[in-house]
Each structure stands twice: as C-alpha cells, then as structure tokens.
C-alpha cells in the first residue's frame, strides 16, 4: 500500500467503539439521541424517534442502482416502486422536524423525478443543487455522468438561510479597477493573484469525491465529501441545531457537524460504517479541518490558501 493512502480502515481495536453505538426499542426523547449513531435499520427505529427535534435533516439514500454495500444489497426497481419506497419512510420522517426546519434529500438523474415527486407532497421546495462529480465511468453509447442533485426543501416559510458563511474565494482572471484605481469586488494576495468572494449558487464545480490520498476517505461506495456537508450544514444550521442524518454510512454528516459545532444524530444499519463513523468523530476531537474550506472560507477545487488569515485577506482589498 502507497504511503500516501490515507484511506480510513477498521482494525481490531476499533470494535471498541461499539459501546459508543444504540439501538432503539422505546421512544427516546432528544437529549438522548443527541450525538449519538443509532446502529438499526431505519423502518424500525422510525416508531421511537421523538417529534419536533431536528433542525437539519440530511438524507443521502441509495440511487435506485444495485449496489452492494457491504453486504446489503439495494436492488434497482421502476421509478413508481422506488418513489413509493422512500414515501414509506420519509412520510414517517416528518413527525421529527422542528416548523423552522431545513430538508436536502441526494439523488442522481434517475431518482431525481421521484424524490421531487415525495418531497413536493409534504414540503416547500426551494431549490436543487447540481454538483459535479469529477469521477466517473467512461460510456461509450451514452453521456458520461458526471452530475448528482441535491433538493433543498423547507417545511414552512420561516427557515434560517446564511448565504454569508457560504462564499466561495474564486480566482480573478481579468481584475477591473475603477476610475479612482480601486479594486472593484477583487483582492489579492501576497502572491499577486486576484480573488473574489461569489456568493454560492445552485451549481457546485468545487467538490473533490474523496479518494485514497485524502484524510477523509473510507471504503464506502457513495461517499460524500465534507466540504459538501459543509456547505449544506453552515447555510442551513446554527451552532449547536441538530442534524439528523438517516442514512448515515460512513459518518461524513456526523464529522462535520461536529467539526463545526453542530449536535447529530446518524442511523445506519450496517456495523462496520458505524464504526467507520465512530473512528472518525474520535479523530475529528484533535482535527477539525475540511478540506477545501479555511478561515470561514471556502476554495474552488483542490487549492488551498492556508498560510493566508482572514485579516491579510481583507486587509490586501484593492492593493
């Protein structure tokens, strides 16, 4: 194995955090569920969640793709069986939400009809998010995918948005000055380069999918990226909301809401995620950085500017 894999693995030791893990076979109230993984198949842990505790719900289901992970196996079905499949347990779902509540649901081309389909009978949506996947499959007799969605839906009218801490630091490729020889909406830095902080969009061409060399990665099939979470969790949430996750796989919602500041609270049927999780929330108790995100500050793809503190940032405006 490469020295420069960084691909986080389960050993022996790790069964120790087992003890970390619940389950369900009462309703619990919130305060117990708070930063805990509850290791249970989600329909049968449904019946005991609490009403009305979640500020930010994620939800990262399986496409409706074969797809073995790790042993449990999800089987493609037609786009009504599948609509009707997620209703079963989403509908179920709502009685945890608090009225302010924030919903993003994932999804590919294929289930993104479906699951605008469930989300537009029970929620406001607002919006879907594309991102781009960097990785991906060549075809020969089709378009390659490269694309995901993410829905963004609300429960009421009264939700909290934070555009502020979502802006992303893009390079200027044509910097203009006004007639006074001010930087208009630029700076730079100490290497020269032009910079402007956009406000985010519903496109996302900034996300790495984790791979071997970087500190994140698991072996899990569909892993998401924490600068993804980050994004969703610091538009969506505040400090110390609830972030409830319900199919939690390798634990990247739980990780970065913890890293910044936030309680969760995953469920995940399969042991070895779990403690794939739980590995990682322990490391993230001596690092809590993600990557492509610095400072309050987030980066186009795969660059980083972390010799570089907010006040030099700001304070080189127009020079």
């Keep these: 194995m490469s020295k ?81 499949w997620m209703d079963s347990w989403f509908n179920p779902l709502l009685k945890t939400l608090k009225p302010t509540a924030s919903v993003y649901v994932c999804s590919d081309w294929k289930t993104s009809i479906p699951v605008y389909n469930v989300l537009s009978k029970y929620l406001k949506i607002r919006n879907r998010i594309t991102w781009e996947r960097e ?8 378009w390659k995918n490269c694309h995901e969605d993410i829905w963004f839906a609300t429960v009421s009218e009264d939700y909290y948005f934070n555009t502020d801490a979502v802006k992303t630091m893009r390079k200027v490729l044509a910097p203009y000055k006004l007639p006074n020889g001010q930087a208009k909406d630029w700076f730079t830095i100490s290497n020269g380069q032009a910079y402007r902080l956009t406000y985010p969009s519903n496109l996302w061409t900034d996300i ?40 939690l796989g390798s634990g990247t919602t739980a990780v970065t809401a913890k890293k910044l500041n936030r309680n969760y609270c995953g469920i995940e049927i399969n042991h070895t995620y779990c403690l794939l999780a739980e590995k990682r929330l322990k490391m993230a108790e001596t690092n809590k950085s993600i990557q492509g995100y610095e400072n309050g ?19 080189l405006n127009g020079e």
């Design 208 to 247: 790495t999918i984790p791979f071997w060399s970087m500190p994140e990665n698991t072996e899990h099939p569909t892993q998401k990226p924490e600068k993804l979470l980050a994004k969703i969790i610091l538009a969506s949430s505040k400090e110390n909301d609830l972030i409830l996750d319900p199919f």
């Design 297 to 315: 500050i987030f980066f186009e793809r795969n660059t980083s500017l972390s010799s570089q503190s907010p006040k030099k940032l700001f304070t």
């Design 4 to 84: 420069r894999n960084k691909t986080i693995q389960i050993d022996r030791a790790d069964n120790s955090l087992s003890k970390n893990l619940i389950r369900l076979s009462e309703k619990a109230d919130a305060h117990f569920l708070k930063n805990k993984i509850i290791h249970q198949d989600l329909l049968e842990t449904l019946p005991f969640l609490p009403e009305k505790f979640v500020d930010l719900l994620f939800i990262d289901p399986p496409y409706n793709l074969n797809k073995n992970f790790n042993g449990q196996i999800f089987k493609s079905m037609n786009n009504k069986e599948y609509e009707n």
């Design 135 to 142: 990785k991906g499959r060549g075809a020969t007799k089709n």
